[in-house]
């Protein structure tokens, strides 16, 4: 069975910080990764993907994640964090694209100025 | 280019109401996904739509919950005889047809009460 792991409810950063959100995978076949970011009362906005390629992949706001097929992981990084980045991050799998997508239970980031 | 289009942005139903969910997707886009979110969890798949047609309602309680996309008009996530337990976050997601990559691009959410 497919599923997503987010080791960390919360991450704290101070502005200006790097930030790492971890997130680790399970899925049958090659995956299909996402990270999607929640702001409070709002949808998911998609930040970036990884389905073939170079292994550092590079997205919206500044964001990219690095996916590491041997330790199953697609951790999301940014070299240097802003307040306005305080939100709730979701890692996302899937084993082919149009199917159901397997989030992780999510992890808030709180950026302090 | 208008994104995915949830209403209502906030419903209110009693126990044993009927509560009607409506998802516009994208322009272009013909694949209809809904998850429901619960609090303090991350999104559960519910079921995936195409035009008419149900792809996969593995996600789906087997009762009182229903979903269509009809040839025209928006998707319907319908709940019947509403309980408690059902007061969560329902978004939808849409994605273009033959989309190698998988995207797909959510709505702001209907988020259920029920007293």
């Known amino acids: 069975a497919q599923s997503v792991a987010q080791p960390e409810d919360q991450v704290n950063v101070a502005e200006g910080n790097p930030l790492t959100v971890k997130c680790t995978y399970s899925?049958?076949?090659?995956?299909?990764l996402f990270w999607y970011v929640q702001y409070p009362n709002r949808g998911l906005q998609f930040l970036l993907k990884?389905?073939?390629?170079?292994?550092l992949v590079k997205g919206s706001y500044g964001f990219e994640a690095e996916f590491n097929k041997s330790q199953t992981s697609f951790h999301l990084k940014k070299p240097s964090a802003l307040v306005s980045d305080s939100a709730l991050y979701f890692c996302?799998?899937?084993?082919?694209?149009?199917?159901?997508?397997?989030f992780g239970k999510g992890t808030t980031l709180s950026v302090s100025s | 280019n208008a994104g995915v289009m949830q209403n209502p942005r906030h419903l209110v139903r009693r126990r044993g109401q009927e509560a009607r969910l409506r998802c516009s997707p994208m322009k272009g886009h013909s694949h209809v996904y809904w998850y429901r979110q619960l609090p303090e969890e991350g999104l559960k798949f519910m079921v995936y739509?195409?035009?008419?047609?149900?792809?996969?309602e593995s996600g789906m309680p087997k009762e009182r919950f229903s979903a269509e996309f009809p040839k025209e008009g928006p998707s319907i996530l319908r709940i019947q005889q509403v309980v408690r337990g059902d007061s969560a976050a329902y978004f939808c997601?849409?994605?273009?047809?033959?989309?190698?990559?998988?995207?797909?691009?959510f709505g702001a959410g209907t988020r259920l009460s029920v007293l």
């Open positions: 997601a849409s994605s273009p047809p033959s989309s190698g990559e998988g995207i797909q691009y």
């Open positions: 739509l195409q035009k008419e047609n149900i792809i996969d």
């Open positions: 899925v049958s076949g090659n995956p299909y």
């Open positions: 996302a799998v899937s084993n082919q694209a149009g199917t159901a997508l397997i």
């Open positions: 990884y389905i073939t390629g170079d292994n």
